[in-house]
């Protein structure tokens, strides 16, 4: 994979640790069958975004067990990347993970969104991109996003199957936040893999001063609904 990819040379061992170590946990925080397709995979299909690829500064949003914001890490090794997390045992897990397979350029943020990019705070407009991963709807996305990124900087959700609404709802929010919806490309990450997509959307302009509201807010009434 890591061949295929083009990636450096370092990645494979460091990939094939992660693992490794995700399989040592007692509770690794995981449901899946196969780790190396649905987290590996599925986290480096995102290396077919150019916007991602040349990012020196991500930030990985709702980051759960590490993925795919330690497997980015592993892939961009000249990039540094913190993965915002507030549930305080996903922080501990992903810190394990991080330090079983040698990955120095991250860091994991325990905090919500909202929180690290509230004005004033260290992740306003600070990132190059941020990436979601089975994380909330788009329109949920936008907003926690928006705020953490440069103008320039790129938001790369990864979604299952095409739904005209959920984009739609996305749009809407993306119009008020800032955003500009620029991609949506359909990936196989692995052989067998079925409707998955990265949405690819731009930073066109600063953030309203508004945004984010406070924590939980976007969820309850999301951004253009």
């Avoid at 990124?149 to 936040?177: C, M, P, Q, T």
Wanted: proline share 8%; aromatic share 2%.
């Amino acid at each position: 994979m890591a061949a295929r990819l083009g990636l450096p040379d370092e990645a494979a061992r460091r990939l094939e640790a992660l693992i490794d170590a995700l399989a040592r946990e007692p509770d690794p925080h995981t449901t899946v069958a196969d780790p190396v397709a649905e987290h590996l995979a599925d986290s480096l299909s995102g290396l077919e975004v150019g916007a991602l690829r040349v990012a020196r500064r991500i930030a990985d949003v709702g980051a759960g067990a590490g993925f795919p914001g330690l497997p980015l890490a592993i892939a961009l090794p000249a990039s540094r990347v913190d993965l915002i997390e507030s549930r305080r045992r996903k922080v501990e897990l992903i810190t394990r993970l991080a330090s079983a397979a040698g990955v120095e350029n991250v860091r994991a943020v325990p905090t919500r969104a909202e929180e690290w990019a509230a004005p004033g705070a260290e992740g306003r407009e600070a990132y190059d991109a941020v990436t979601a991963r089975a994380v909330a709807p788009l329109a949920v996305l936008v907003e926690y996003a928006a705020p953490l990124l440069r103008v320039g900087g790129a938001l790369v959700a990864w979604k299952g199957g095409r739904d005209a609404a959920e984009e739609e709802r996305g749009a809407r929010a993306a119009r008020g936040a800032g955003l500009v919806p620029e991609e949506i490309r359909r990936v196989t990450p692995f052989a067998g893999a079925r409707h998955r997509h990265l949405h690819l959307l731009l930073k066109a302009g600063p953030t309203p001063a508004d945004l984010p509201r406070r924590p939980g807010a976007a969820r309850k009434r999301p951004l253009g609904s």
